[in-house]
């Protein structure tokens, strides 16, 4: 069974850094395109970031370009979202998606994904 769980939320002041992890079970990340996702109060879910060794591509939503870093540990079978530079427009529950390559169109929406983790909220403070 796919399962996957968000982990390393919480709260922290403008300015600062968290550490999300995406833990996964029941398969490993090789062949599969990875996503982080996030969704606001009141708005819909929205990307973040992807990131596909099967089609050699890493993207990054514009507002957090520069910022964010997504990574794997195949070792651990888990997904990194490094955050730095935190804004309070970050604030939002953030999930992490899987899709299998074959089936990722390469558009990180999250509509392509096939599985989600559940959030972990981040709250950023002014």
């Known amino acids: 069974e796919v399962q996957l769980q968000a982990s390393g939320g919480g709260l922290v002041q403008i300015g600062g850094s968290l550490n999300l992890s995406c833990a996964a079970s029941?398969?490993?990340?090789?062949?599969?395109?990875i996503g982080w996702f996030r969704q606001a109060p009141g708005k819909e879910r929205e990307w973040v970031s992807c990131?596909?060794?099967?089609?050699?591509?890493?993207q990054y939503e514009d507002s957090v370009k520069g910022r964010f870093t997504i990574s794997s540990d195949n070792a651990r079978n888990t997904v990194y979202l490094q955050m730095n530079s935190l804004k309070p427009e970050d604030t939002a529950v953030y999930y992490c998606?899987?899709?299998?390559?074959?089936?990722?169109?390469?558009?990180?929406?999250?509509?392509?994904?096939?599985?989600w983790g559940k959030g972990t909220l981040v709250t950023v403070s002014s």
């Open positions: 998606g899987v899709v299998y390559w074959s089936y990722y169109t390469g558009l990180c929406k999250p509509s392509d994904m096939q599985y």
């Open positions: 029941g398969f490993t990340f090789d062949n599969w395109a």
């Open positions: 990131t596909s060794s099967e089609h050699d591509s890493t």
